[in-house]
């Protein structure tokens, strides 16, 4: 199956709706990465008016919790094809520059996808460090579930081994860390050179990009860098790729079964051995050297061997489990406790971070203090992960 994927910078949404769902379409998009969509928590529902074939995970800019402030940036969204809403999970990330799904392809086999929008030069190059430590922490947390695959706008340039920047040698070391490589930076990809241009075309550079683990580049169908449009008012243009992955081969009951991992730790030489046996007894795993050497004769082949080795792990190897009892302080009330005090971490942030204390701070206590500056609907539930 192909999987079609978008990266694009709207530099809002509002100009650049048209656009947007008129590609969605020709394009039979199935993932979809916005950066600046510029819209403000209470506005965010404007993308269920765009297109009723797709769903959105989406994070807007913290500073918009500050109602003073009119600068709208960090500001990120995933859009995806209805068609997988059940094989699609949103992730829980702490950041408004960073907002990622997790798409499972089978009951073993899963796709992270994080779209993105890093600090512009305007920031530090320490920001842009912190950043760049985010997508570490959160490449070391899903790489080893599945492939990751990140997507944005960020303003960065990848130049590997000839970088010159601060910003560049941050990302390409990102990046060859990971092992991922830019698609729309390899040979194959064509279109337009440039995914950014300046209004005032001073300016054209490569900065948006969608950057998958190097091993999937035989998946590559297709990549290019969409050409200007009428239509596009963003200084930017849309990253295209078209993925071949594995095709979906669970049920509907079978995607919502807990992932339950062999314990190959407590397995023994028992547990090994009745693994091998089974495993060298499987006629379809001892012919799978005589599948048809296509597209689909390969993927089949692929399948069922995933398919027959995960049965058998299952079967003769112990198993790894969640125990919930190891926690049980983590109750209702705890959850609400816990809810309370991210609201008022995001009252002090919007109240400028304020630090060491004034009278009323020392006498009465933070939670008082943001008590009576602030009434509870100056807290909406939507800013609550």
């Known amino acids: 199956m192909n999987l079609n994927i978008i990266a694009w910078n709207v530099t ?59 600068r709208k940036e960090k500001v990120v969204l995933l859009s995806y094809g209805k068609k997988y ?7 829980n990330i702490d950041s408004d520059r960073l907002v990622g799904i997790q798409l499972q392809l089978s009951p073993n086999e899963y796709m992270f996808f994080f779209q993105l929008y890093l600090p512009c030069s305007n920031h530090s190059i320490s920001l842009y460090r912190d950043h760049i430590d985010k997508l570490y922490d959160v490449w070391y ?51 337009s050179p440039y995914s950014f241009v300046s209004y005032d075309e001073k300016y054209r550079t490569l900065i948006d990009f969608i950057c998958i683990p190097r091993e999937l580049i035989d998946c590559i ?103 919930k009892f190891l926690k049980p302080y983590w109750n209702t009330n705890l959850k609400n406790a816990h809810k309370h005090m991210r609201a008022l971490k995001i009252v002090w942030c919007a109240d400028g971070r304020p630090r060491g204390g004034t009278n009323k701070m020392i006498t009465d206590g933070w939670a008082d203090y943001f008590r009576d500056r602030y009434t509870p609907s100056d807290i909406a539930d939507d800013y609550i992960d």
């Open 85 to 91: 809403n059940d094989k699609i999970v949103p992730l």
């Open 141 to 191: 947390q899903y790489s080893n579930s599945g492939v990751c695959v990140f997507l944005g706008d960020f303003n960065a340039k990848y130049i590997p081994n000839f970088s010159i920047s601060n910003r560049d040698k941050l990302l390409s070391r990102f990046l060859d860390d990971c092992n991922t490589v830019p698609v729309n930076c390899l040979d194959m990809c064509t279109g």
């Open 12 to 70: 809002g949404i509002f100009s650049s709706a048209t656009y947007l769902t008129d590609t969605l379409v020709k394009h039979s998009v199935d993932i979809c990465g916005i950066a600046e969509h510029w819209l403000s928590p209470q506005n965010i529902h404007l993308f269920d008016n765009l297109s009723s074939d797709y769903c959105y995970h989406a994070v807007c800019d913290s500073d918009l919790y500050d109602i003073s402030n009119t």
């Open 221 to 323: 169908s297709k990549c290019f860098v969409f050409d200007d449009s009428c239509l596009n008012v963003s200084r930017h243009v849309p990253v295209f790729l078209q993925l071949h992955v594995p095709n979906i081969v669970f049920t509907d009951n079978e995607a919502h079964v807990p992932n339950v991992c062999p314990n190959w730790r407590k397995a023994n030489n028992c547990d090994i051995d009745m693994y091998n046996n089974c495993i060298e007894r499987d006629r379809d795993i001892l012919h799978i050297g005589a599948c048809d050497l296509d597209i689909d004769g390969i993927d089949n082949a692929c399948n069922m061997l995933a398919v027959k080795l995960s049965y058998y792990a299952d079967t003769c190897i112990p198993k790894k489990r969640f125990m």
